[in-house]
């Protein structure tokens, strides 16, 4: 299978997209008033954005840690080249 320069993130996200709008969409012709169903749309949204804030959260977690692992890394790799190179001079 050819990939297109499409990542899995915007999959994703497209998916996400798509699947938002279908509950929207089956929110508004769902049989309720017109309260009830602003009432549903903004519960959703809220519970959309605090899922959105602990993914970042979460991800920005990830990252961090990910970036300490390097830098440890790369740390480790200095040293070594260092003795390596102290004991061949």
């Not at 709008?21 to 169903?37: D, K, N």
């Not at 602003?38 to 899922?51: F, I, K, P, S, V």
């Not at 970042?56 to 200095?78: H, I, L």
């Amino acid at each position: 299978m050819a990939n297109n320069g499409t990542s899995a993130g915007t999959v994703l996200v497209t998916f996400a997209l798509g699947a938002l709008t279908g509950a929207v969409v089956a929110l508004l012709c769902a049989p309720a008033t017109g309260e009830e169903t602003r009432r549903r749309l903004a519960d959703r949204a809220r519970e959309g954005r605090e899922r959105a804030s602990a993914l970042a959260r979460d991800s920005r977690e990830f990252f961090e840690r990910q970036r300490d692992n390097v830098s440890a890394a790369v740390d480790r790799g200095r040293e070594a080249f260092e003795q390596v190179r102290k004991e061949t001079l």
